[in-house]
């Protein structure tokens, strides 16, 4: 039995996802960044290249003037500086695509991820990194990349075999006619080199998922732990106690205008009264506190103008003994009686 409860059988809890996100353990999947930046890179280079392509013909008709002419080192800074800026200003947008889906990619994949930078002594260990390099992980990679550079190869020598004899048709035709048809031939084998790039992509992102929660399986012994580490935490107990006083406090200070009288001693302690004779059989605790609190309720109740008693005893004994929303104990009754008393008296006067 104490073997199987060591057995990591259940899902990871939430914790245990954010932790290890936290250390940087994501479920990333390359398939993907590579053939979304091999899809859309093609998209841009067939619809999107062409004022690229026409600064790139501009470079090589500017250094076609300088054939035959003395290589000074005016003439190769010119031709350097011309090239480099040129080159930059053409392949920005891709560059600049490229960085956008590969941060796209990565964060559809595991979100945000933000890691502080700190050395880790214990990766620069050689024994650690041979075993990095010769695991199981890297040998499932190596057996992937095996995979699909096999299923090109297949698949290339099949579209050659269909498409042999349109290649060989077509050195009889004219220079124009030949370059179309080569580019139209090209373009068959780079579609279909994208679809299986695009297959792996999917089928590699899934068993990545898979086999990154696979790694993240906890025992029954280990969520009971975290349970348990969490529930005993001082820090979230004492935020979550500070919420139930907060909640607690604000929807005590929301009733105080209700009430029909303050019994205060008078600066440290205040308890505000309601009593309704048709629905309650005696008095009942609408709020109470010390101190800040205290001064609180004493200036809600002046806004309100609900009558303030003082009456130390009284007050520190109710404080003490009674909670809110619970019904005075007939011990009260006899000094409550001349206070509502005196309550109702001052009503009276107001309404006259």
């Avoid at 990591?8 to 996100?21: H, L, Q, S």
């Avoid at 080192?73 to 053409?90: D, K, M, P, Q, R």
């Avoid at 095996?146 to 299923?151: S, V």
């Avoid at 048709?278 to 109740?301: E, M, R, Y």
Wanted: no cysteine; aromatic share 12%.
């Amino acid at each position: 039995m104490a073997g199987d409860e060591e057995e990591k059988t259940e899902e990871p809890t939430d914790k245990k996802i954010e932790d290890a996100k936290k250390e940087g353990n994501v479920p990333k999947s390359m398939e993907v960044t590579g053939a979304a930046v091999l899809f859309f890179g093609s998209l841009y280079l067939l619809f999107f290249s062409g004022p690229a392509l026409d600064q790139i013909k501009k470079l090589f008709l500017y250094s076609y003037r300088f054939i035959g002419e003395e290589m000074t080192g005016n003439v190769f800074y010119s031709i350097g500086y011309t090239t480099v800026i040129t080159l930059i200003t053409a392949l920005l947008p891709l560059f600049i695509l490229i960085i956008i889906l590969v941060l796209i990619t990565n964060w559809s994949q595991f979100g945000i991820l933000v890691t502080p930078l700190k050395l880790d002594l214990q990766k620069l260990d050689p024994i650690k990194g041979m075993k990095n390099i010769f695991g199981p992980k890297k040998a499932l990679e190596a057996l992937k990349l095996t995979m699909k550079l096999t299923i090109i190869v297949i698949v290339m020598f099949l579209l050659f075999i269909f498409t042999y004899k349109a290649f060989l048709s077509m050195m009889d035709k004219e220079l124009p006619a030949t370059i179309a048809a080569i580019i139209e031939l090209t373009g068959y084998f780079l579609a279909a080199i994208l679809l299986i790039i695009i297959i792996f992509a999917i089928m590699d992102f899934y068993f990545t998922r898979h086999y990154y929660f696979k790694s993240l399986k906890m025992s029954k012994q280990e969520i009971k732990d975290e349970y348990k580490n969490m529930d005993g935490d001082p820090q979230v107990k004492g935020r979550i106690r500070k919420i139930q006083m907060q909640m607690a406090q604000k929807r005590m200070m929301s009733d105080v205008p209700d009430a029909d009288v303050v019994i205060t001693n008078p600066t440290h302690y205040a308890v505000a009264m309601k009593y309704d004779n048709q629905v309650d059989s005696a008095p009942k605790i609408v709020a109470k506190g010390i101190d800040f609190i205290a001064l609180k309720i004493k200036d809600i109740a002046r806004e309100n103008d609900i009558p303030i008693i003082e009456n130390p005893a009284l007050a520190r004994s109710i404080y003490s003994q009674i909670e809110i929303d619970q019904e005075i104990p007939g011990e009260f009754y006899k000094a409550l009686a001349e206070i509502f008393s005196y309550v109702y008296e001052l009503k009276k006067k107001k309404r006259r």
